[in-house]
């Protein structure tokens, strides 16, 4: 079956960037998804890349994907404490709209 | 426009006691996921309603619990009886089969089952 892999912890100053790493096993994916998770609450979209891409930018989050490799990563330029969350990387499950996620990584930014 | 809504937001238990877990999705949203996240862990599936049929229910663990989706809008999570390592957060998700793909789901703020 499919499955999503990611390191666990990431620190960073703020301001500078941080970039997250996930693996994936399934090559068909049409949609590969960043969740943020924040204490005590649900998954928020993130941001999201269109299988067919192999960047997306949007203001301060670059997407970055490699099909080849089944590698998607995602950069925040200027991280800021608010940014301080735990980051799910997803993929859809074969044709179903359920998503398998990663273990999620846990950025910590200090001031 | 509400989020998807889930209640309680904090159970604490004893083990062997039955509790039940509620979610109200997103007005219009007629697939609803049961998630269960344990800590330290991404969420995984239990349960995803179509409306109100339950079309993959292959992680539920049955022997202990149960959904229900009655009139394909408010969905209720049971699980009897409760055993300590069911203490995770319980996360509903809703989405709308008419929207696109890339706007995933939308989650509500969980439930914190503690099992002692």
């Known amino acids: 079956g499919e499955d999503v892999e990611q390191s666990l912890f990431l620190s960073v100053r703020e301001g500078d960037s941080s970039v997250i790493n996930c693996t994936y096993t399934?090559?068909?994916?049409?949609?590969l998804y960043w969740y943020k998770q924040e204490p005590g609450a649900g998954l928020q979209l993130l941001t999201y890349i269109f299988s067919n891409m192999d960047m997306k930018q949007d203001q301060r989050l670059t997407v970055l994907l490699n099909k080849k490799d089944k590698h998607l990563s995602l950069r925040i330029a200027d991280t800021q404490t608010g940014d301080s969350a735990i980051y799910f990387c997803a993929e859809p499950e074969g044709s179903q709209g359920n998503l398998i996620f990663g273990k999620g990584t846990k950025l910590s930014v200090k001031p | 426009e509400a989020g998807v809504v889930q209640s309680p937001r904090y159970k604490i238990i004893e083990k062997k006691q039955p509790v039940a877990f509620w979610c109200n999705p997103i007005?219009?949203?007629?697939?609803l996921y049961w998630y269960r996240q344990n800590l330290g862990q991404g969420p995984e599936l239990l349960i995803r309603?179509?409306?109100?049929?339950?079309?993959?229910d292959s992680q539920l663990p049955k022997d202990r619990f149960s959904a229900e989706r009655l009139k394909g809008v408010d969905s209720t999570l049971k699980i009897q009886p409760a055993e300590l390592g069911d203490s995770a957060v319980y996360l509903c998700?809703?989405?709308?089969?008419?929207?696109?793909?890339?706007?995933?789901?939308?989650f509500g703020s969980g439930t914190r089952l503690t099992v002692v």
């Open positions: 007005s219009g949203h007629n697939t």
């Open positions: 399934d090559s068909s994916s049409t949609y």
């Open positions: 998700a809703s989405s709308a089969m008419s929207q696109a793909r890339w706007e995933g789901y939308t």
């Open positions: 309603y179509e409306n109100e049929e339950a079309v993959d």
